[in-house]
């Protein structure tokens, strides 16, 4: 697995660059990737074209765009490209426009990319790294921003009003998984599944940055052994369903999916422990 120092060169970060619109944004990120060799002009044409067909789901944490499209033969070598804007562009997203940052990955395939996922959705959670990244003034100084790594945080520091579950407790069943009039705990304890699904358009991006924080939280809490959680495309997440508690996903990518007999919960900031922390509490009724 390929950690970000090893996907993003320097000839692929452009700072304080112009763009008219979001699909500038994202062409601009698509051609570094192109000038590097690591895909060709269809792929940026399909990063685009994900964005016009799923809505602005890849709009995951405030001012942040991470654009990417499924392996195909566009793709040479799994690389990232990253553009800061001077001025933001609207991609339409209701919380989170307007974008100064636009990163964008080309996968060769599902794994190769995972560590330096999981390393950036950390540091963009981090507000004291993402100042740090919107002032780097060189592609040198980002990376080296990139290398240190966030500060230590709280994975999800529990309200005032409520106590951290405990790790043997273990997860219930989601709201709606059990009629609330029958739901006891044994019950709901009982017809828990023991996964979560993280859906995006294409199962290997923006679902992987839910995937990482969500894990965050759980491994917080002491729920990381009872709970698997599965990154996966709109497509998969239909068939796949039935096997989970819930479905955590971006607004434009929950009204694709429709009615799919678990609840399905929208997450707004996808690198906001948070967030992910208050919805859990939500639909596991903790």
């Known amino acids: 697995m390929s950690d970000i120092d090893g996907l993003l060169h320097p000839d692929s970060i452009l700072l304080d660059a112009t763009a008219d619109d979001w699909r500038a944004s994202v062409a601009l990120a698509g ?21 016009e067909e799923n809505g602005p789901y890849i709009v995951v944490a405030p001012g942040f765009a991470f654009a990417h499209a499924r392996p195909s033969e566009a793709v040479h070598r799994t690389a990232m490209s990253w553009v800061r804007l001077a001025r933001p562009v609207e991609f339409g997203h209701a919380a989170n426009d307007p974008v100064t940052l636009v990163v964008a990955l080309s996968a060769k395939d599902q794994k190769e990319h995972l560590q330096a996922m999981r390393k950036l959705a950390t540091l963009l959670g981090s507000p004291r790294t ?3 990244l919107d002032g780097a003034r060189t592609p040198e100084e980002l990376l080296a921003v990139l290398a240190e790594g966030a500060p230590e945080r709280s994975a999800a520091p529990a309200p005032a009003s409520s ?14 998984s059990v009629p609330a009039e029958r739901a006891t705990t044994t019950e ?11 859906v995006c358009g294409n199962g290997l991006g923006t679902s992987l ?11 917080h809490w002491g729920w990381g052994r009872y709970l698997t959680v599965e990154a996966t495309d709109t497509i998969s997440a239909r068939g796949k369903a039935k096997e989970a508690d819930l479905i955590l996903t971006s607004g434009e990518i929950a009204r694709t999916l429709g009615d799919v007999g678990v609840p399905v919960k929208v997450i707004e900031n996808f690198t906001s422990t948070t967030e992910l922390d208050a919805a859990l509490r939500e639909l596991y009724d903790v």
Do not use: C, H, W
């Open 130 to 132: 993402r100042a740090a």
């Open 209 to 219: 940055f839910l995937k990482n924080t969500l894990e965050q939280v759980l491994d």
């Open 31 to 51: 051609e570094l990737l192109e000038r590097q060799g690591a895909t060709g002009a269809e792929y940026t044409r399909a990063m685009i074209a994900s964005v």
């Open 188 to 198: 709901a304890a009982a017809e828990s599944r023991n996964k979560i699904l993280t």
């Open 163 to 176: 106590t951290e579950p405990g790790p043997s407790e273990g997860p219930a069943a989601a709201e709606g």
